[in-house]
Nanobody
């Protein structure tokens, strides 16, 4: 049983960009949905974006729509989150996740969580 592994977090100035990666086999995990969540101290873990691994259909939280892009590389079993026009309020620990259904993942019913990667946006 594989656990998703995130990378690519770091410190960036407001308006800058980062790209997060999450390596995990959706097929090996028997999950058709993968996505990203974020969390700040004292807050609930928040849905950011998701992708249907089979079809490539994407879903976004309103707060990141137009700025973030989720994508997948099937050959590499890797998911990406391209984050542009970053704002200080995007600062959080970002987690990749996998689940059986996109809607289940969207609502936080997650089968597998990554360990998280810190994204810090300075004003």
């Amino acid at each position: 049983q594989l656990r998703p592994v995130e990378s690519g977090g770091g410190l960036v100035q407001a308006g800058g960009s980062l790209r997060l990666s999450c390596a995990a086999s959706g097929r090996a995990l028997s999950n058709n949905a993968r996505g990203w969540f974020r969390q700040t101290p004292g807050a609930e873990r928040e849905f950011v974006a998701a992708v249907n691994w089979g079809t490539g259909t994407t879903y976004y939280a309103d707060s990141v729509k137009g700025r973030f892009t989720i994508s997948r590389d099937i050959a590499k079993d890797t998911m990406y989150l391209q984050m542009n026009s970053l704002k200080p309020e995007d600062t959080a620990v970002y987690y990749c996740a996998a689940s059986s259904y996109v809607e289940a993942l969207r609502q936080g019913s997650v089968a597998h969580w990554g360990q998280g990667t810190q994204v810090t946006v300075s004003s």
